[in-house]
């Protein structure tokens, strides 16, 4: 029987490092049996009532369990935050199914998860690639042709744009702040792809000061959403995991975007 430890040890094996500090088991024990695997992007009550659902006893969670964020590893966590009712109720089923979590953060975007986005968008290889800063080159593009072909390739009716003053006719040079890579409290890696060239910005999730960090500086940005920028690395993920251990159920999950068009 697979056990959490193999699926760890894996990971660390794709990565060449060991799973990182916000990573782990986060409700249960590593010791607990493995007989099959849920893997989503974030372990919401449907998520886990789908684990239940499939007899598994282990469900793998990219973003955090309980609110707020990685509040497991903060050192100076709300008081109460674990009757705090979205996180009491995460608990009360995980534990009415007799499940484990697992939480693989940035080891699964490392492993296949942006470049998933990427390709998912149609991007080619980048031509600048060091680590998470990759920069993607396109023929030339207007904002609006790009717009349609994210919202073609991704099946959304409308996503956020954030238009910049001074921004080219044409955009060639692509970054992608995937995920939540785009939000204000992850400028950083918004001025990383800054400091490459990029002429536009293609997010998962971002928010007002996100937006305005790269448009104030004539970069436009296109968001899409966490959930639909990492959905597809986290099925290919689950793939792979399958593949590894071929005597265990893995099954993907997939977590809806949370807002719609209206």
Same mark, same amino acid.
């Given at each position: ?9 894996? =990971? ?21 049996? =493995? ?8 372990? #919401? ?24 964020? %990685?509040?497991?590893?903060?050192? !100076?966590?709300?008081?109460?935050? @674990? ?5 009491? @109720?995460?608990? /009360?089923?995980? %534990? ?27 991007? %080619? ?7 998470? =800063? ?9 904002? %609006? ?11 959304? !009716? ?12 044409? =955009? ?23 400091? @490459? ?8 999730? #971002? ?15 296109? /968001? ?39």
């Amino acid at each position: 029987m697979t056990t959490i430890t193999q699926i760890t040890n894996y =990971v660390s094996q794709l990565t060449g490092h060991s799973i990182n500090r916000d990573e782990g088991v986060h409700h249960g024990t590593i010791d607990d049996p =493995v007989n099959g695997v849920t893997v989503c992007w974030m372990a #919401t009550p449907d998520a886990l009532r789908f684990a239940g659902e499939q007899g598994h006893s282990l469900i793998i969670g990219h973003e955090s369990l309980y609110y707020p964020y %990685d509040v497991v590893n903060r050192e !100076d966590p709300p008081k109460g935050w @674990q009757e705090w009712p979205t996180n009491r @109720q995460r608990r /009360e089923l995980l %534990d009415a199914h007799n499940l484990t979590f697992l939480r693989l953060h940035g080891s699964v975007d490392e492993i296949c998860i942006l470049d998933d986005f990427a390709e998912q968008i149609g991007m %080619d290889e980048p031509i600048h690639n060091e680590g998470y =800063v990759k920069i993607y080159e396109v023929d030339p593009i207007s904002v %609006d042709a790009l717009v349609a072909q994210v919202k073609e390739k991704l099946g959304m !009716d409308g996503v956020r744009v954030a238009p910049a003053a001074g921004m080219p006719e044409n =955009v060639r040079r692509i970054g992608l702040p995937w995920g939540g890579m785009a939000l204000f409290v992850n400028v950083n890696y918004q001025q990383k792809l800054i400091e @490459q060239g990029v002429d536009l910005l293609i997010a998962g999730e #971002t928010d007002n000061y996100g937006f305005r960090f790269a448009q104030e500086l004539g970069i436009p940005m296109i /968001e899409t959403s966490h959930e639909i920028s990492e959905n597809k690395g986290i099925r290919h993920f689950a793939q792979m995991l399958g593949a590894k251990f071929a005597d265990t159920d893995f099954v993907f999950y997939e977590n809806e975007c949370v807002w719609e068009m209206r």
